[in-house]
């Protein structure tokens, strides 16, 4: 009787162990690939299912988007300067079996295309367009990248360039270009300005030839702008038209 409870025993806790392997649970953001006797058999989840022991193997696949983070990658653009890039990726598994069955690692491999294209790319581009166009160079990143991983069940869905680092040389070359174009602006600027003054004063000289009167309010408002230092000795010159009037009168005075 004690060696048939024992057997007894033995066996369901055998049943246990048993029934332990072939449950599997994966959470919400899991799938589950299951090859049995080496042959895909499929994804499973999310939630609980059975397997056979012994009979299956059981993968598991992560289905949450994935930050990639590309180091620096030093490349000669296609106007031969050296910079050095790096940049982020994020990607998800969309296909879980091929992600499982058609490479070996898709996360290695997936890090390994990123860092490839990105030096291609570099070497495609000029530094202007690295600069000034990069929401452009992202989306070839992303479009390159994500071709080449699509047979892994792989979906790149966002590729950033995250920095730009130059040579020191080309940042004062860079910087001595943007104070020369500084330059260039003012100058157009103020001849511009000097241009327009002397139209402005070619006018006013024809209204002036005109009226002979007018010369004469403008040597009193000149007095008054002068006059509010109060720190200068002034030399005023009459016009020759306001002296007329006593010239006459002293000429007849004589007779």
Known sequence: MLELLTSFGGLILILIFLLG????????????????????????????????PFVDRF???????????????????????TV???????????????????????RRATFQ??????????????LDELLAHREEINQKLQK?????????????SIVEVKDVELPDTMKRAMARQAEAEREKRAKIIHASGEFEASQ???????????????IQLRYLQTLTEI???KNSTIIFPVPVDFLKAFIGNADRKSE
């Open 21 to 52: 392997m072939a449950i599997k649970i994966v959470q919400e953001y899991e799938r589950g690939v299951i090859f049995r006797l080496g042959r895909l058999v499929g994804a499973k989840g999310p939630g609980l299912f059975l397997i056979i």
């Open 59 to 81: 993968v598991k696949v992560d289905l949450r988007v994935v930050t990639l983070d590309i180091p620096a990658q030093e490349a000669i653009t296609k106007d031969n300067v």
């Open 84 to 106: 050095k890039v790096n940049a982020v990726a994020y990607f998800r598994v969309v296909n879980p079996e091929s992600a499982i069955v058609q490479v070996e690692d898709f």
């Open 113 to 126: 295309i990123a860092q490839t294209t990105l030096r291609s790319v570099l070497g495609q581009s000029e």
């Open 144 to 156: 390159i990248i994500d071709e080449q991983t699509e047979p892994w069940g792989i979906k790149v």
């Open 200 to 214: 402005k004063l070619a006018d006013a000289a024809g209204v002036i030839a005109t009226e002979p009167t007018a």
């Open 227 to 229: 006059a509010v230092e």
